[in-house]
């Protein structure tokens, strides 16, 4: 059984790292827990692959510890971790059979032939793999192969945790939901701990209790697909997560008015009062297309936008509208209207969140 | 599985041993290393001790060479140099082999681009058999057609030039090339071609713009193979020709002469018949690495 | 790859084949046509039919010629396979020592062959040669002209030299193939170097050494240059292999019958055996699959 723990960990490919950009993974501190199902999110080239590489001792992060149930694992190869890994295109030994392949690792440690027999039959079993045994691994199909990989992984006894690393990517789409229940399954019965890169959020939230979001080398946000939905960290959160993703209003004060572009916002004391304490002159205000109200007839409070073209998705649609100069995004359900021409819109002020400086600071809500 | 996972104090215990064992392995993976590149350093050495040896005799005077072995040359000397390059009989010869292997490597790669093409891309009527009969001529033996040759080449009154040269290493240049490029267009998706043709390219201009460049490294690779077997290749050279094209190889013959064979001379036209032959794979290093699998890993 | 079937490919294909049926069909005709007449001067020929071949199989010249051969070809393939494979495998990947190393393994062969054995009876002779002078001061009577076991290993040897490269670089080709992805997952398996090779890199060579195997097979079956320079084809005929038998008889002495007869002979040995073992190593990777099914 695994915690695995990233202690101000830091990773550069390069020899003399001079500015924080020289780096793939930015100092972090990081725990994952035993037994959970974790996803690390990113765009591609956010350094997750690389983190994923250091956990499993692929690379040894040029500072920082990882440590294991509190012991530090740096200088550990990966052969010596009890970590299994399941890469973006399946590794699978050609010339063998599936049963072969999902015997190597055993075999690999000379484990006695009975057993072996035993665990293989347990994970093709589980895998559903069990009439494909005798075939050779070369002839499979992709998501199959990408079983017989991840059995590789599930047959050892000692593993703790199995990371993913995009594991997805080559499988049909059709085949992708089966193959992520499959997942879940089996993280419920080993209770080992999983780690899941993926940049695909619906994957994310599907298979993950909790998500880490990496943005630019570093863990920007760590909670359930909820908590980054509702009250995404950063402005890049905000961004990635959700469909379309958060609306950002630059806004600074003036004459004790919150403006947006040239519109003065309707916003709530809470909101007003903070910001025009904000120090810095990277004051943004966030909000999802969902929880933007839009009335397609002038309402008290309402802010008059204009209406630039709508997409109809079938169960609700999406309004593109600007404010002030800036460009929203509204989610309407199919019950409501859809405005056109001029719509007036308000923002619920526990919706509302408040970003200095790219992060969230929390509003006081009187 | 709970019962297969170790207890607390042993896994303890096994990763205490386990990073033991990193340790060891890793100074032993170091000495391992270190007997990687010995063993690599005595490959080189192997490869170019006879190398050194012929170089060392092109600076050395005939009297020291029959003198007595010494391993550099104690009177070093250029004079066997001078000679080749100053004198026609000898200078000739580089000039007519490298007049040759330039013809037959234009003439090779110009008719076997398109017909590595259609074998790659169309079925026609034989083309299993055809393409198998291209590959036997890679196995004919030169000494089969050695007289054939002599005797067609003599009656269309080609014979001593450079094109009947050219032409004749045509025999398994041309497959060669034919089978080799087939594997690298194999390897690009045909909706290329078919994206091109939507788009309105006329065959030769698809050809020449979009398809030629996808496949430059192995055309790299290809001219690489033609230049190397149409260069070190004597038998059917030296039978074609007598005087005006003959090639640097059988020049090298009239080494031989009454008093004995002339050691410096004939080490210095070796080694200067090594010079192209770096000086090529000096420009295809890059792609050798990966193109010399011929597209069919 | 799914082809399209269109005949007009066959336009593709003409310049080529013109070409190639000039420099190879024609030829081979001519040879075929001497095989079956005894040729006295240009207006003076008989038609003799199978006499020729009957006379060149019962050679036993020629038998034994046949034999050197294929113990000459089997003994280098045993060496320079095994030994390019270990090269690939050393063979450094990155750096500037990867490009110094391709090209100096290279170098090999791009000499001319002629010039191959020249470099070698250089090499070997025991009076200025480093190789021949060192055996003999450390008191092994080596000696090229006289000794047929000398003469033997020497031309292995020589042609290890030659043509291991070949094999090496095929190998390190298809090294290079293999996704990063495998060694990880092999380390992570906890595979030994040996399981690393045997079920990772060994499988990703098959296709490369196929052909390595092939084209070594077939130019050390016509080997002509590096011999007949290196040793002459001695001592007696201790060296003299297929090539420099048939020269000699159709140039050396212009027995056009019996040479043009040799000839076929020798070009059909060489097409079985590749016949043979390329139709092996089909059936193996069919029999992969039939057991699939």
């Given at each position: 059984m695994a915690?695995?723990t ?6 550069t490919y ?5 500015s ?15 037994g959970?199902?974790?996803?690390l999110?990113g ?21 920082g ?7 530090v694992v740096n200088?550990?190869p ?12 399946p ?6 059979t599936?049963y ?6 055993l075999?690999?440690v000379?484990?006695?032939e ?6 293989v039959?347990?994970v ?7 009439a ?7 002839n ?10 991840m ?6 006894e ?10 997805l990517t080559?499988?049909d789409p059709?085949l992708k939901?089966?193959l ?8 419920q019965?080993?209770?080992i701990?999983m780690?899941y890169?993926t ?6 939230s ?9 943005y ?5 946000q ?13 402005t ?13 209003l ?8 919150v403006m ?9 004391q809470?909101?007003?009062?903070a ?16 929880f ?11 802010m008059?936008?204009?209406v ?11 309004v ?11 989610r309407?359900?199919e019950?409501?209207p ?9 923002f619920?002020d526990e ?14 809500h009187? | 599985?709970?019962?297969s996972?170790?207890?607390t ?29 010995g ?9 170019l001790?006879?190398?050194?040896w012929?170089l060392?005799m ?19 000397t ?6 080749i390059?100053?004198?026609?009989s000898?200078?000739?010869?580089y000039?007519?082999?490298?007049t ?15 017909a590595?093409?259609?074998?790659s891309?169309?079925q026609?009527?034989?083309?299993k ?5 291209l ?6 033996p ?14 269309v ?6 094109v ?5 290493h ?15 267009m194999?390897?690009?998706p045909?909706e ?13 201009r698809?050809?020449v ?25 004597l038998?059917l050279?030296?039978?074609?020709t007598?005087t ?10 009239q080494t031989?002469g009454?008093?004995?064979i ?13 010079l ?8 295809v ?12 890993t | 790859?799914?082809?399209?079937y ?7 294909i ?13 030829p ?5 046509n001497?095989?079956v ?5 240009a ?5 003799t ?13 020629l038998?034994?010629a046949?034999?050197r ?8 393939l045993?060496?320079e ?6 090269i ?8 500037w020592?990867?490009?110094a190393v ?19 009876q250089?090499f ?19 000696n090229?002209?006289?000794s047929p076991v ?12 030659h ?5 090496a ?16 997952a ?10 690393v ?11 490369v050494l ?6 070594r097979f077939m ?21 003299t ?5 048939l020269?000699?008889?159709a140039?050396?002495q212009?027995?056009?019958?019996p ?8 070009f059909?040995i ?16 069919k ?7």
């Amino acid at each position: 059984m695994a915690e695995i723990t990233l202690k101000s960990l830091a990773h550069t490919y390069l020899s003399d790292p001079r500015s924080p950009e020289d780096y793939a993974i930015r100092e972090m501190d990081h725990v994952w827990h035993q037994g959970g199902a974790y996803a690390l999110l990113g765009p591609s080239g956010c350094g997750k692959s690389t983190l994923l590489n250091i956990i499993s001792g692929l690379l040894e992060p040029s500072s920082g510890e990882v440590l294991f149930d509190g012991e530090v694992v740096n200088a550990l190869p990966p052969e010596a971790r009890n970590i299994a890994q399941v890469f973006q295109f399946p590794v699978i030994y050609d010339t063998m059979t599936v049963y072969d392949n999902l015997a190597f690792p055993l075999r690999n440690v000379k484990t006695p032939e009975a057993r072996v027999h035993e665990r293989v039959m347990e994970v093709a079993e589980v895998l559903e793999l069990t009439a494909q045994l005798k075939r050779k691994a070369k002839n499979l199909t992709a998501d199959e192969k990408q079983k017989v990989s991840m059995g590789r992984g599930l047959v050892r006894e000692d593993v703790s945790a199995i990371l993913f690393d995009e594991p997805l990517t080559v499988i049909d789409p059709q085949l992708k939901w089966k193959l992520r229940r499959k997942l879940k399954e089996i993280h419920q019965r080993f209770e080992i701990t999983m780690v899941y890169v993926t940049h695909d959020q619906l994957e994310a939230s599907t298979f993950a209790d909790k998500i880490a979001v990496m943005y630019e080398g570093q863990v920007v946000q760590f909670g359930t697909p909820r908590e980054l939905f509702e009250r995404p960290n950063h402005t890049f959160v905000g961004y990635f997560i959700g469909s379309p993703g958060m609306n950002f209003l630059e806004v600074v004060t003036q004459d004790g008015r919150v403006m947006a572009g040239d519109t003065e916002l309707a916003v709530g004391q809470g909101v007003h009062d903070a910001v025009a304490q904000a120090r810095s002159t990277n004051v943004k205000l966030g909000i999802r297309p969902e929880f933007i109200e839009v009335h397609a007839e002038a309402v008290e409070d309402g802010m008059q936008a204009h209406v630039d073209h709508a997409q109809d998705l079938g169960t609700y649609s999406i309004v593109y509208l600007t404010l002030g100069g800036i460009p929203l995004k509204a989610r309407i359900e199919e019950d409501q209207p859809t405005p056109t021409g001029k719509a007036w819109l308000r923002f619920p002020d526990e919706r509302i969140g408040l970003y200095i400086d790219e992060f969230r600071v929390e509003i006081d809500h009187e | 599985m709970s019962d297969s996972l170790p207890t607390t104090p042993d896994a303890v215990r096994q990763r205490a041993a386990a990073a033991d064992n990193r340790r060891r392995r890793s100074a032993r993976s170091a000495s391992r290393q270190w007997r990687r590149r010995g063993l690599m350093a005595a490959y080189i050495v192997f490869v170019l001790l006879p190398i050194y040896w012929l170089l060392n005799m092109s600076f050395q005077s005939n009297t020291e060479i029959l003198g007595g072995l010494t391993l550099w040359p104690e009177d070093f000397t250029t004079e066997h140099y001078a000679k080749i390059l100053t004198e026609p009989s000898w200078y000739m010869g580089y000039v007519n082999s490298i007049t040759y292997v330039l013809m037959n490597m234009l003439i090779s790669i110009s008719v076997a681009l398109p017909a590595a093409y259609a074998f790659s891309r169309y079925q026609f009527i034989g083309d299993k058999h055809l393409f198998f009969w291209l590959l036997t001529n890679l196995m004919a033996p030169p000494a089969v057609f050695l007289l054939p040759y002599f005797q067609l080449y003599y009656t269309v009154g080609l014979f001593d030039t450079h094109v009947a040269v050219a032409l004749a290493h045509c025999l398994f240049n041309i497959p060669l090339a034919v089978w080799i490029l087939e594997g690298f267009m194999s390897g690009v998706p045909k909706e290329i071609d078919e994206t091109a043709f939507i788009d309105g390219y006329s065959f030769p201009r698809f050809f020449v713009k979009i398809f030629i460049p996808m496949i430059s490294s192995g055309i790299g690779v290809t001219l690489f193979f033609l230049f190397m077997f149409s260069w070190v290749e004597l038998l059917l050279a030296s039978t074609l020709t007598s005087t005006n094209a003959q090639p640097i190889a059988s020049v090298m013959t009239q080494t031989k002469g009454a008093s004995g064979i002339d050691w410096g001379a004939l080490a210095a036209a070796g080694t200067l018949t090594i010079l192209p032959g770096i000086v090529v794979v000096y420009f295809v290093r890059n792609h050798i690495a990966k193109g010399f699998a011929l597209g069919r890993t | 790859m799914n082809k399209v079937y269109n005949n007009r490919a066959w336009w593709l294909i003409l310049p080529m084949l013109l070409l190639v049926a000039f420099s190879a069909v024609i030829p081979l005709m001519t040879v075929v046509n001497y095989s079956v007449q005894d040729v006295f001067d240009a207006n003076t020929r008989f038609f003799t039919g199978t006499e020729w071949f009957e006379v060149m199989l019962n050679d036993p010249a020629l038998q034994a010629a046949v034999l050197r051969q294929f113990a000459f070809s089997l003994t280098v393939l045993a060496i320079e396979v095994p030994l390019g494979i270990g090269i690939a495998l050393i063979m450094p990947k990155k750096g500037w020592q990867a490009s110094a190393v391709l090209i100096l393994v290279t170098m090999p062969l791009l000499i001319p062959w002629n010039v191959v054995g020249s470099i070698w009876q250089i090499f070997t002779r025991g009076d200025i040669g480093l190789m021949g002078w060192s055996l003999r001061e450390l008191g092994y009577g080596y000696n090229i002209t006289s000794s047929p076991v000398d003469a033997w290993a020497t031309i292995i040897l020589m042609d290890v030299w030659h043509w291991t490269p070949l094999i090496a670089l095929l190998c390190f080709s298809g090294l290079r193939s293999i996704p990063d992805a495998y060694y990880q997952a092999a380390r992570i398996d906890r595979a030994s170097k040996w399981a690393v090779f045997r079920y990772i890199q060994l499988p990703k060579l098959t296709n490369v050494l196929v052909i390595g195997v092939l084209l070594r097979f077939m130019h050390s079956f016509m080997i002509y240059a590096e011999p007949f320079v290196l040793t002459g084809g001695g001592p007696g005929s201790s060296t003299t292999f297929l090539s420099q038998s048939l020269t000699t008889m159709a140039i050396g002495q212009q027995d056009l019958g019996p040479s043009a007869a040799f000839s076929l002979i020798y070009f059909l040995i060489i097409l079985l055996v590749t016949w043979v073992f390329y139709t092996a190593i089909m059936n193996m990777q069919k029999d992969d699959k039939i057991q699939e099914a």
